[in-house]
């Protein structure tokens, strides 16, 4: 599975923004998407911020993001997005995206651990 991300950059808190994750390679209609973040002077720590069965309706949001954030996979698994809205500096971070190519189970995996592939980070920057 490849993972490219897309759509980070500097933002005035208050304001939205859009991250794209372009996935490619899954073999099997069973995985689990994801998007993490790791803060700065933290990096090797990544926060999971919400992330998504394939098969399952519910998505799962972060406490800290909750109300303000969105995960979607599009219909054909292709792309996974997350709309970033009421955007606080507490929020800048690299965002990286993450996919485990096989999950039958239900619900998501919730440590960095399980999944098997990321993409590069993004930067997202927000100015208060």
Request: net charge neutral; hydrophobic share 35%.
């Amino acid at each position: 599975v490849r993972l490219v991300e897309s759509g980070g950059g500097l933002v005035q808190a208050g304001g939205s923004l859009r991250l794209s994750c372009a996935a490619s390679g899954f073999t099997s209609g069973d995985y689990a998407v994801a998007w993490f973040r790791s803060v700065p002077g933290r990096e090797r720590e990544r926060e999971l911020i919400s992330c998504k069965n394939s098969n399952d309706r519910d998505t799962y949001i972060a406490t800290p993001v909750k109300g303000r954030f969105t995960l979607s996979l599009d219909s054909a698994g292709k792309m996974v997005y997350l709309l970033m809205n009421n955007l606080r500096p507490e929020d800048t971070a690299t965002y990286f995206c993450a996919a485990v190519g096989y999950w039958p189970s239900v619900g998501c995996p919730d440590t960095e651990r399980q999944y098997s592939a990321w993409g590069q980070g993004t930067q997202v920057t927000v100015s208060s």
